[in-house]
């Protein structure tokens, strides 16, 4: 009988990041086949087989065996999410009246299904032999990091040190820490894994503790404790003041030094570290642009960019020449303003110079994952969320310094101005 002598959730359970080798190993006891035959099955319900997305036909190798990626199957299938579920871009969803954690409507979080099949003669059999499961996120490891290095479980939340929150940053001390203004707006996410793994960690709420003037407040986001719906174990939670202020409604006064946000369980157990939100009162003089990129484990980072954002609009046109002269009227002229150099097509984009002379070495090092992002936003003032292209394609990673550091980057609107 042909089975899976190998999957990538073997030594380690939970969900896997989709970008790095997942591969699977058949293998047949007794008379290997002509063939193995996988069909791969995307689920969105979890335990229930979906959609088939492929079938591969693969020879045995020398081993008897055969080695299946399914990595590169899925390549680009999930993304950190743009929508909201009720519409909007996520990064600026409004909290007013909210009590859940938010979902959404991308392909953010799947299981996938693989049945196996031998195939003789050929005829393939008429059932699977074998068949194993998988859950996916979003997010990448290097090969540099070796082969199923299991880095996604600083996020399966299972204590209080778990990093759990879906960002590259890392923080000086046991929090992870960002710098924001009052008019800012982002999200954080987190998976949450009980689906997927054999004990459960019972995570089921984003807990919120503001310190500001006449006390601190809290508030959390609740969410359900694992759901078969895959996309609904991908928890979304805001941490742009502007929407965080939302959330407490009346019991936020405005005069707030630091957000901190944890994980915690159905008993008020903690399952990650401190996101800590400090104020950022460093002055403005002209419109902020916030930047937000589609990070390596599967959510958003943010920076914000304070320095004057210089724009500049290039034009593009095609023309004709045009004949003046009024050559099918019964009397010829012109006019001496007629137009010969017509043009019929015009174009223009708009690329925007950021600058932020105080950047901490944390916020200069983060930086770097933007210009690998394929996914990069941006938000001029208090304006609307807009795609973008970075035109900056080097930048240099200095060690760690104690001191502020001037950090510049060109962007590109990723949308043609109309003319």
Same mark, same amino acid.
């Given at each position: 009988?042909?089975?899976? #002598?190998?999957?990538?959730?073997?030594?380690?359970?939970?969900?896997?990041?989709? @970008?790095?080798?997942?591969?699977?190993?058949?293998? #047949?006891? @007794?008379?290997?086949?002509?063939?193995?035959?996988?069909?791969?099955?995307?689920?969105?319900?979890?335990?229930?087989?979906?959609?088939?997305?492929?079938?591969?036909?693969?020879?045995?190798?020398?081993?008897?065996?055969?080695?299946?990626?399914?990595?590169?199957?899925?390549?680009?299938? $999930?993304?950190?999410?743009?929508?909201?579920?009720?519409?909007?871009?996520?990064?600026?969803?409004?909290?007013?009246?909210?009590?859940?954690?938010?979902?959404? /409507?991308?392909?953010?979080?799947?299981?996938?299904?693989?049945?196996?099949? =031998?195939? =003789?003669?050929?005829?393939?059999?008429?059932?699977?032999?074998?068949?194993?499961?998988?859950?996916?996120?979003?997010? !990448?490891?290097?090969?540099?990091?070796?082969?199923?290095?299991?880095? #996604?479980?600083?996020?399966?939340?299972?204590?209080?040190?778990?990093?759990?929150?879906? /960002?590259?940053? !890392? @923080?000086? @001390? %046991?929090?992870?820490?960002?710098?924001?203004?009052?008019?800012?707006?982002?999200?954080?996410?987190?998976?949450?894994?009980?689906?997927?793994?054999?004990?459960?960690?019972?995570?089921?709420?984003?807990?919120?503790?503001? &310190?500001?003037?006449?006390?601190?407040?809290?508030?959390?986001?609740?969410?359900?404790?694992?759901?078969?719906?895959?996309?609904?174990?991908?928890?979304? %939670?805001?941490?742009?003041?502007?929407?965080? +202020?939302? $959330?407490?409604?009346?019991?936020?006064?405005?005069?707030?030094?630091?957000?901190?946000?944890?994980?915690?369980?159905?008993?008020?157990?903690?399952?990650?570290?401190?996101?800590?939100?400090?104020?950022?009162?460093?002055?403005?003089?002209?419109?902020?642009?916030?930047?937000?990129? +589609?990070?390596?484990?599967?959510?958003?980072?943010?920076?914000?960019?304070?320095?004057?954002? $210089?724009? /500049?609009?290039?034009?593009?046109?095609?023309?004709?020449?045009?004949?003046?002269?009024?050559?099918? #009227? +019964?009397?010829? /002229?012109?006019?001496?303003?007629?137009?010969?150099?017509?043009?019929?097509?015009?174009?223009?984009?708009?690329?925007?110079?950021?600058? =932020?002379?105080?950047?901490?070495?944390?916020?200069?090092?983060?930086?770097?994952?933007?210009?690998?992002?394929?996914?990069?936003?941006?938000?001029?003032?208090?304006?609307?969320?807009?795609?973008?292209?970075?035109? &900056?394609?080097?930048?240099?990673?200095?060690?760690? +310094?104690?001191?502020?550091?001037?950090?510049?980057?060109?962007?590109?609107?990723?949308?043609?101005?109309?003319?």
């Amino acid at each position: 009988m042909s089975t899976f #002598e190998h999957t990538p959730t073997d030594t380690n359970d939970g969900p896997k990041f989709a @970008g790095q080798h997942l591969v699977f190993t058949a293998y #047949e006891s @007794g008379t290997v086949p002509d063939r193995f035959v996988i069909e791969v099955y995307e689920n969105t319900l979890i335990g229930t087989t979906g959609t088939k997305i492929g079938e591969f036909y693969l020879t045995p190798n020398t081993n008897d065996r055969v080695q299946f990626d399914l990595g590169n199957v899925i390549e680009g299938r $999930l993304s950190a999410p743009v929508n909201a579920t009720g519409g909007g871009v996520i990064h600026g969803h409004d909290f007013t009246s909210a009590t859940n954690a938010l979902t959404t /409507t991308d392909r953010a979080l799947r299981e996938y299904e693989l049945k196996l099949y =031998n195939y =003789n003669n050929g005829t393939k059999d008429a059932s699977p032999q074998d068949t194993a499961t998988i859950g996916v996120m979003p997010g !990448v490891c290097q090969i540099s990091d070796g082969y199923l290095s299991f880095k #996604e479980s600083p996020y399966l939340m299972a204590s209080s040190t778990a990093k759990a929150f879906l /960002t590259d940053r !890392v @923080g000086d @001390g %046991a929090d992870i820490e960002m710098f924001m203004a009052d008019e800012d707006e982002g999200i954080v996410a987190i998976v949450q894994p009980d689906q997927f793994l054999a004990s459960d960690s019972d995570v089921d709420e984003f807990y919120y503790s503001v &310190t500001q003037s006449g006390g601190a407040t809290a508030d959390q986001l609740n969410f359900a404790a694992g759901s078969l719906t895959a996309n609904d174990n991908y928890k979304v %939670a805001c941490i742009g003041p502007a929407q965080v +202020a939302q $959330l407490f409604g009346s019991s936020w006064n405005g005069n707030w030094t630091k957000i901190d946000i944890e994980m915690r369980t159905t008993t008020n157990t903690i399952r990650s570290k401190h996101l800590t939100i400090h104020r950022d009162c460093r002055p403005i003089k002209h419109d902020p642009v916030q930047l937000t990129w +589609a990070n390596t484990v599967g959510g958003w980072d943010y920076l914000r960019f304070d320095g004057r954002a $210089l724009k /500049t609009v290039n034009t593009e046109d095609k023309r004709y020449r045009k004949t003046v002269g009024s050559y099918g #009227e +019964a009397d010829f /002229t012109f006019n001496a303003y007629d137009r010969q150099d017509t043009p019929y097509h015009v174009t223009a984009r708009e690329k925007f110079a950021l600058r =932020n002379q105080f950047f901490t070495a944390s916020e200069r090092n983060l930086l770097q994952y933007c210009l690998r992002s394929k996914n990069v936003m941006f938000r001029v003032g208090t304006g609307d969320w807009l795609p973008c292209t970075v035109d &900056t394609k080097s930048y240099t990673v200095q060690p760690a +310094a104690s001191k502020l550091f001037d950090v510049s980057l060109n962007i590109e609107l990723a949308q043609d101005i109309r003319c």
